[in-house]
């Protein structure tokens, strides 16, 4: 029989990174179903680069190089900026996002805890800034090529005779694009196979999230806040106008929404402390997130919506931090 007193064992990073890895495993398997092992290349171009670039920047800073890299931080922005990159793109593409991610917003600033900016938003706000024409190309869901032709096209960009293309717009660029014709959107997203594909992969990051939150490794203020804040904005305007505006489902589902929410807004570095301030700057990245999405440039929003909501993240966790035990609100003991 077991008794009491009872102690808690202190959870290690590694032990914490490790459990992320495997939550992200659902999409990952979704993902490659759809859209082929060119996914599997891009994790492993991302692992590989960001066990380097961290290694290398260690090296440089006289930090001890082993114990950082076993703690499997590196590993988890690569996961989820990879996961968040063209399944077709051309390696360099993901090895310059991951490698700005390690060295310009996680290792210059001090390494793991010290980073204000989440670095895997970092290298991909990068890429898509500098690249949009080589972001927005995506494979079609249920691609036709076999494995050896999409990594001779990912290594190469080498086309099999017969095939004069095999990438398409995101649903997000899909979407923009046919309702400046003057498509409804309704038209667009019944026709859509590769956003159905997308809402698979969505609903896998949604079971690993849900498994994390389960562990008590993430809060659910800021993934639920989050999702409300796209909702509060999708669901009137696409009651006002559904021809203009697609339904709340299809933003949620759309995209890196829910990578966004399970795994992206939930970062503890860059993201708030106090479960007020969780709810707070999730809502507002979701609010972000719709307003980019719809009335911006960039329909892959996540990351710049992320990016702006961790600048405000020391004023949230100021002017939303409980009163010290015995002190009085606005005054002293």
């Known amino acids: 029989m077991i008794s009491s007193p009872f102690m808690a064992r202190p959870t290690t990073v590694s032990v914490v990174m490790l459990k992320v890895l495997a939550a992200l495993v ?33 090296r440089a800073r006289g930090q001890p190089v082993a114990v950082f890299l076993k ?93 004069d293309a095999i990438v398409s717009a995101t649903p997000l660029d899909h979407l923009k694009t046919q309702l400046s014709l003057g498509v409804p ?30 562990q008590r490794l993430i809060p659910w203020q800021t993934p639920v806040a989050m999702l409300a804040g796209v909702t509060a904005l999708a669901l009137p305007l696409w009651l006002l106008d559904p021809t203009r505006y697609a339904d709340p489902l299809f933003h949620l589902f759309a995209g890196a929404t829910m990578l966004g929410a399970g795994f992206i807004v939930t970062d503890p570095v860059s993201g708030p402390t106090t479960p007020r301030g969780r709810l707070i700057f999730g809502f507002l990245v979701g609010v972000l997130v719709y307003v980019i999405r719809v009335f ?38």
């Open 296 to 333: 911006g440039g960039f329909p892959d929003s996540i990351a710049f919506a992320v990016l702006i909501m961790n600048i405000a993240v020391p004023f949230i966790d100021h002017t939303t931090r409980p009163p010290v035990f015995g002190a009085k609100k606005g005054g002293r003991a």
């Open 71 to 163: 703690d499997g931080s590196a590993l988890v922005t690569a996961w989820l900026l990879a996961l968040a990159m063209p399944p077709l793109g051309a390696w360099w593409l993901v090895v310059v996002a991951t490698a700005f991610a390690i060295v310009v917003a996680k290792q210059l600033y001090g390494g793991l805890g010290n980073n204000p900016f989440n670095p895997a938003m970092v290298g991909f706000a990068a890429m898509i800034v500098a690249f949009p024409a080589q972001m927005a190309q995506w494979g079609s869901a249920v691609a036709p090529l076999s494995a050896p032709e999409q990594l001779a096209y990912i290594f190469g960009r080498t086309l099999p005779a017969g095939v």
């Open 26 to 58: 659902p999409g990952i398997v979704l993902s490659v179903s759809f859209y082929g092992v060119g996914v599997l290349a891009q994790l492993a171009l991302a692992s590989a680069t960001a066990l380097v670039a961290e290694a290398a920047m260690l």
């Open 185 to 214: 959107a309704a038209t667009t997203l019944a026709e859509s196979l590769h956003g159905s594909a997308g809402r698979w992969v969505a609903a896998g990051y949604l079971a690993g999230a849900l498994w994390l939150w389960r």
